[in-house]
């Protein structure tokens, strides 16, 4: 039935939002048509850049994109040395190991640790 599956983010300046996340996350870019769309492909995830037509409000705390990593306090460093203001992540017994942070354009995100 479904062939292909995407999250579309709407950003404020598509060359900062696909410089973020390909060299910044480090993910690939696997296409793009001009300033009106691009593809970053994540594991099994692509993730839709479209700029917004409108001034960008706080985004929808409803959606957040995570991204499962071997290694939480690596990358959290990592992504430092790149310039993403990241908090330290917290350990709470019993629970997975989880940071959150944002894109440029505010978009919800985290870095959840794969045990």
Partial sequence: ?????????????????????????G??????????????????????????REP????????SIGFGVQDLARTVADLRQRGVAIPEPKDEPGRDRIVNFADPDGTPLYLIEVR
């Fill in 56 to 63: 960008l409000k706080a985004p929808d705390a409803r959606m």
């Fill in 1 to 25: 039935m479904f062939q292909q599956c995407n999250v579309t983010v709407m950003v404020a300046d598509m060359d900062r939002s696909i410089q973020f996340y390909t060299q910044t996350l």
């Fill in 27 to 52: 993910l690939p870019l696997g296409f793009r048509a001009g300033n009106e769309w691009a593809q970053v492909e994540g594991p099994g995830l692509t993730i839709g850049l479209h700029p917004s």
